[in-house]
């Protein structure tokens, strides 16, 4: 049963998401007033993947003929510190939504409702590749942390990063 217990977390979801998009704008204009363009950018497709789950929670309660309820979103800090402690914070940051996922679909079982169940696996299946990739980056960003030139191709390195593409049969 679609209980108002659960849609006031998804509604809450919701909030979290775009507060992860605005986190990742945030840290997309910090890269942009350093002049780190590539990192700009790999914020700022990680900021419309952040849009992409918002919207798939936002689509998925009115399929369900339930009220969406857009709760407002906190602030994100604008300054953060070396390029380092940024992409330690966007695995911090990861570490915590997936805590926030797992602790939906805990509910969605208590309550019995199938259907979130799951919707929720695609998020618990996206949160291990959001935390992998974050991974990644924080592991090599490390390994040039001290040496300018390593830190400008790794700069390059992320302004390839493809437009994410939303979910089959879903527009973005
Ligand atoms: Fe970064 O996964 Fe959504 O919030």
Do not use: C
């Amino acid at each position: 049963m679609f209980t108002e217990r659960l849609q006031n977390a998804i509604n809450d979801q919701i909030a979290a998401e775009f507060y992860s998009a605005y986190l990742y704008l945030a840290m997309s204009a910090y890269f942009e007033s350093k002049d780190l363009p590539g990192m700009a950018h790999w914020m700022r497709m990680q900021y419309e993947e952040e849009v992409i789950h918002a919207l798939k929670f936002f689509d998925y309660m009115n399929d369900r003929g339930a009220p969406v309820v857009l709760n407002a979103i906190d602030a994100p800090p604008a300054e953060f510190g070396s390029v380092t402690e940024v992409f330690e914070e966007v695995l911090a940051h990861e570490q915590k939504v997936t805590s926030l996922i797992h602790n939906l679909y805990t509910l969605a079982v208590e309550e019995g409702d199938y259907p979130t169940q799951s919707l929720l696996q695609w998020y618990i299946d996206e949160q291990v590749e959001e935390e992998k990739s974050a991974s990644e980056v924080l592991a090599r960003v490390k390994m040039v942390q001290d040496y300018p030139p390593g830190l400008l191709m790794m700069d390059q390195e992320l302004a390839a990063r493809p437009a994410p593409t939303p979910p089959a049969g879903e527009a973005a």
